[in-house]
């Protein structure tokens, strides 16, 4: 079984930083990759981003050039480092990863959420 935990979220002005971090645990055999969606109130689900196991890095335009996501491997870890923070980046962010466990193929797992508030 895979568990992803976030952490790191909170509340922050308008262009102040946070960064997210997120572990998978449980039995892991590889991970393709990780990455983090986010969902704002009355709002549907968004992809912000994610890394894949080559290490390519892929961007939301919206958030382009604020954020910068990043991968541990050897802790099964992303971090999402959130820059220039806007209130319309208030949102319950969700890690997500593709994972191959020892007993299964590839599979997609999400996290619990973490609330991240960007108000003055």
């Known amino acids: 079984q895979v568990q992803l935990v976030e952490s790191g979220g909170g509340l922050v002005q308008p262009g102040g930083s946070l960064r997210l971090s997120c572990a998978a645990s449980?039995?892991?055999?590889?991970?393709?990759?990780m990455g983090w969606h986010r969902q704002a109130p009355g709002k549907q689900r968004e992809w912000v981003a994610y890394v894949t196991s080559d290490g390519s890095m892929h961007y939301e335009d919206s958030v382009k050039g604020r954020f910068t996501i990043s991968r541990d491997n050897a802790k099964n870890t992303v971090y999402l480092q959130m820059n220039s923070l806007k209130p319309e980046d208030t949102a319950v962010y969700y890690c997500?990863?593709?994972?191959?466990?020892?007993?299964?193929?590839?599979?997609?797992?999400w996290g619990q959420g973490t609330q991240v508030t960007v108000s003055s």
């Open positions: 997500t990863a593709q994972i191959a466990t020892v007993y299964s193929g590839r599979n997609d797992y």
């Open positions: 449980g039995s892991i055999f590889s991970i393709s990759s």
